[in-house]
């Protein structure tokens, strides 16, 4: 049995495997990232160290997260393959429930997710279709390279600096 944070985009539900959840925080106050898209939604500290943040609603729809008292920012272990994990912040909606149940009670929902690589296997239940969002597959690769610069330049030694 796996244990997954609910949340909902609108009024579809989706689920976050919780042990990618490092830690979930009231909505937090951002500096905002000037040329990112506009689901980015800023940058916070967390621990003395900066934290990417996306808003989920508006990556997936174009409208972001309204401001309420079950909204968090709930950060996650981000695993990009090959890449070493780091924090990334997700601004999520109606993100106060858990669900536990088996891995697979997800199955394909047999459409091709396009440019929306996140979108994993549903799983039926009272709520309707329960979407599992793939933590990895969250950034496109330019967007990764602009959120963390340091995973997309060659290992270099270091510079002799006059």
């Not at 972001?64 to 070493?84: D, I, K």
Request: contains cysteine; proline residues 12%.
């Amino acid at each position: 049995m796996k244990l997954f944070l609910l949340f909902r985009i609108g009024s579809d539900h989706y689920a976050l495997d919780a042990a990618e959840v490092a830690e979930v925080l009231p909505l937090t106050a951002l500096k905002q990232v000037p040329g990112a898209p506009a689901w980015v939604a800023g940058l916070m500290v967390r621990h003395g160290s900066p934290v990417p943040v996306i808003d989920i609603s508006a990556l997936a729809t174009g409208t972001p997260v309204v401001p309420r008292t079950s909204s968090r920012t709930v950060l996650v272990h981000y695993r990009p393959s090959p890449m070493p994990p780091r924090l990334l912040g997700l601004r999520l909606e109606y993100a106060t429930e858990t669900l536990r149940c088996a891995a697979e009670s997800f199955v394909d929902g047999g459409i091709d997710p396009g440019p929306a690589r996140y979108l994993g296997p549903v799983r039926h239940d009272a709520r309707g279709l329960v979407q599992w969002i793939t933590v990895p597959a969250l950034l496109p690769d330019d967007v990764r390279a602009l959120l963390f610069p340091e995973d997309a330049a060659p290992a270099t030694s270091a510079l002799n600096v006059p």
